[in-house]
Structure formats: structure tokens, C-alpha cells
């Protein structure tokens, strides 16, 4: 496919390329919508293996970050930075300086933070070369880490689908599986635990599964095994496409609710989801924690500001899956109609 034409298919108007001789910098900023307010989002820099594959990361994560922002009231609009990985040596710091540069030239139009492969250290150079920029130090107006924010948030939809799903009042010994227990689903089984969930985990890094378990009593599962595994919540929490054809048949839990982005490995794994009974939520709305936490950042943190508005996660996962039921519809299909509303109603 043209440049142009992955553009149209992932419903683009707008992205940036640019290749640094010096440092090596090749890096694409995508902007998917600033209907809202400029468009925020994380930097990834990780390996690919071809230029057409980083256009495609950034064009779809930064479509996500539209929908997230505009479904948790966040006033910003979605977009988000890819630098190539270079396969031999380089000078990181000079690497970060040039990408400074590069959202710089972009005026504001785009402000970056942390992602997969960036971290604190990273943006903090990033902000001697620009002010667009989050995740910075304390110090310099950072928020620190996104995780147990966007655990929380995740904890918030939990319950708010345990009430709506199985007329839950409390979590008491409900049984959630959670793949991956990174820093996210680590945090997320701290919140789940004191609520006295059933704890059972899975990570590729045995000593994060080991953790779970000798600090949260977590049961501890092969990685295979994690999708068949009976329970009440299957919380996927490590990387993207976790539901596809083959693994959601597998699936013996009533609610689909974790912190991955990207969960559906495509959209009509959200309908097989729906014909089985299982109510999904969807990734975006309910990982916004992180995002409201960074996007606080801009305008002055305020934690009390940023706890109101993780926590009225809660009700905006009820709120699809009322709309879901209400109208027999599938519920990853009901959270983009309302991103989509919001979005509209923003234009006018
Ligand atoms: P992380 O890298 O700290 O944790 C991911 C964990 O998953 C790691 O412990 C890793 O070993 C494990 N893992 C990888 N593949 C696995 C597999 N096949 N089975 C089981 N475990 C596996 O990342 P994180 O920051 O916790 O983020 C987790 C997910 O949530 C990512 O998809 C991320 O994009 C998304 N997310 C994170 C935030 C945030 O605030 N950090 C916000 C929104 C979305």
C-alpha cells in the first residue's frame, strides 16, 4: 500500500517523517485528530523490521490515543511519536536531542511522553530542546509513573462491570486472571488484593510472576494455560493483540477488562467476544488512567483533579456497556461511536 493510501485506511490527515544523518534519528510523528486540543501521546522507540511497519505502529496507536482522550474528557487530541531503534551503535542522548527538535518544529501541535523503549531520562533530554514535552521529573512539573494510575483505572471498570455483568456489589473473591504483571499489572493486582480478589497470574519473567505471588498470594499459571484458565475476569495486561481467533475460544471468563493497548487483534474479535457472552472493555476507555495523569502535566498537576477523573472511569465503562445491552451491540463498537460523538460535538 502508498503512502497515502495507509493514510486513508487508517482515516489520516496528518504525519510527520524525519531522518537525522548525524544522529541517526529516523522518527515519524502521527497526528490523527486535534479536534480537541493538540495531540498527545508517547514516544516509542523500539525495533522494526521495515519503515512501513513504524508508520503503521504510529498511525494505529496514535488513532487509539484520539478515542482514549476524548472518551475520558481529556481536552487533547490523539497522536503519537515512533523512533527507529538503530541496529548498531548510537549516541542516545543525541538521538533524543534530535527528536526534541523535531516535535519543536511542530510548534505544540504535538506534545510527546514516555512509551514502550522511552523513559523519564529520555524526556528529560528531550525537554532542554523543547517544552512539548511530558513524563518529565518532578522537579521540571513531571507527574512520575503512569502505571498505578492507569491501574487504578483499570480497577475502576473492573468494578464497575462486576456490578453491570454479575450484579457485584464488592470484588470479594473474585477470581481475575492477569496476564502479564508488569508495571501495571503488578499494581492492578495490589488494588485487586486489597479488594480480596483471587489472584492468578502469568509473565514471560518468572521473577514478576514469583512476585505476584509471594506478595499478593497470587496463583501462579503457565503462560499457555492463561487463557483457559476458569475465571471470573481476565485481565490482559501485557502486550497488544492478546484476542484473536485462536486464543478467545480458549477464553472461560465472563468479563475482559486489562491495561494492553490494542487488545483485538481486529475488530471482529470484539464481536466474537460479544456472541460468547463475554463483556469486553473496550482497552482505550479503560487504560485512560495513565493519559489524564500525563495530560494533567500540561496545564499544572493537580492530584486531586487527576483522582476524580481516573476514578469516573467507572462509570464510562458502565456507561458503554449499558449502551452495549440497551442496544445489543457489541461493546468495542458502542465506545467508538461515543468517541465519535464526542469528536463531532467538539467540531461544531
Ligand atoms: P511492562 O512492560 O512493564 O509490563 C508488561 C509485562 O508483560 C512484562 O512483565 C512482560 O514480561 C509481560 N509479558 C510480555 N509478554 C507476555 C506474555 N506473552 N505473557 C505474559 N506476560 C507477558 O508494561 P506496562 O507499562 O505494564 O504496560 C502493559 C500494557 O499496558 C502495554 O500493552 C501498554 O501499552 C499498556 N498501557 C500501559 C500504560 C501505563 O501506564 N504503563 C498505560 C496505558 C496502556
Same mark, same amino acid.
Given at each position: 500500500m502508498g503512502i497515502?493510501?495507509?493514510?486513508? *485506511? %487508517?482515516?489520516f490527515g496528518e504525519l510527520h +517523517?524525519?531522518?537525522d544523518a548525524a544522529t541517526g534519528l529516523r522518527a515519524v510523528i502521527a497526528i490523527h485528530d486535534t479536534r480537541l486540543g493538540p495531540? +498527545?501521546?508517547?514516544? @516509542?522507540?523500539?525495533? =522494526?523490521? &521495515?519503515?512501513?511497519?513504524?508508520?503503521?505502529?504510529?498511525?494505529?496507536?496514535? @488513532? &487509539?490515543?484520539? %478515542?482514549?482522550?476524548?472518551? &475520558? #474528557?481529556? $481536552?487533547h487530541g490523539g497522536g503519537k511519536a515512533v523512533i527507529m531503534r538503530p541496529a548498531g551503535e548510537f549516541d542516545r542522548v543525541a538521538l533524543f536531542r534530535a527528536f526534541g527538535a523535531f516535535v519543536d518544529a511542530l510548534g505544540g501541535h504535538y506534545i510527546t511522553a514516555e512509551d514502550s523503549g522511552t523513559g523519564l531520562e529520555d524526556m528529560e533530554v528531550v525537554r532542554t530542546v523543547t517544552e512539548h514535552v511530558t513524563g518529565v521529573k518532578a522537579e521540571h512539573g513531571g507527574s512520575g509513573d503512569p502505571s498505578p494510575w492507569t491501574a487504578r483505572g483499570v480497577r475502576r471498570g473492573i468494578q464497575a462491570l462486576a456490578a453491570h455483568a454479575l450484579g457485584r456489589s464488592d470484588l470479594e473473591g473474585l477470581r481475575v486472571v492477569v496476564q502479564g504483571v508488569g508495571h501495571v499489572g503488578y499494581h492492578l493486582c495490589k488494588e485487586l488484593h486489597a479488594l480480596g480478589c483471587q489472584l492468578v497470574v502469568a509473565d514471560v519473567d518468572p521473577l514478576k510472576a514469583e512476585r505476584a505471588q509471594r506478595e499478593l498470594g497470587a496463583e501462579v499459571v503457565e503462560l499457555e494455560h492463561v487463557f483457559a484458565t476458569e475465571c471470573d475476569v481476565f485481565a490482559p495486561c501485557a502486550l497488544g493483540s492478546a484476542l484473536d481467533d485462536r486464543t !478467545? $475460544?480458549? +477464553? @472461560?471468563?465472563? !468479563?475482559?477488562? #486489562?491495561?494492553?493497548?490494542?487488545? +483485538?487483534?481486529? $475488530? *471482529?474479535?470484539?464481536?466474537?467476544? %460479544?456472541? @460468547? #457472552? /463475554?463483556? %469486553?472493555? $473496550?482497552? =482505550?476507555?479503560?487504560?485512560? #488512567?495513565?493519559? /489524564?495523569n500525563v495530560a494533567c502535566e500540561v496545564t499544572g498537576y493537580d492530584r486531586e483533579r487527576v483522582t476524580t477523573q481516573v476514578d469516573a472511569i467507572h462509570d464510562t465503562i458502565l456507561q458503554i456497556a449499558e449502551r452495549a445491552k440497551a442496544g445489543e451491540s457489541p461493546t468495542h463498537r458502542v465506545a467508538d461511536t461515543m468517541a465519535q460523538e464526542k469528536l463531532r460535538q467538539a467540531s461544531r
Open positions: 497515502f493510501d495507509t493514510m486513508s *485506511h %487508517y482515516d +517523517l524525519e531522518r495531540a +498527545l501521546g508517547g514516544c @516509542r522507540f523500539i525495533q =522494526y523490521d &521495515s519503515d512501513d511497519d513504524a508508520v503503521v505502529d504510529a498511525l494505529r496507536l496514535a @488513532r &487509539s490515543m484520539t %478515542y482514549k482522550a476524548a472518551l &475520558s #474528557g481529556v $481536552p !478467545i $475460544p480458549r +477464553l @472461560r471468563c465472563a !468479563i475482559v477488562a #486489562g491495561a494492553a493497548n490494542n487488545q +483485538l487483534a481486529a $475488530p *471482529h474479535n470484539g464481536d466474537d467476544l %460479544y456472541q @460468547r #457472552g /463475554i463483556v %469486553y472493555a $473496550p482497552d =482505550y476507555a479503560l487504560n485512560a #488512567g495513565g493519559l /489524564i
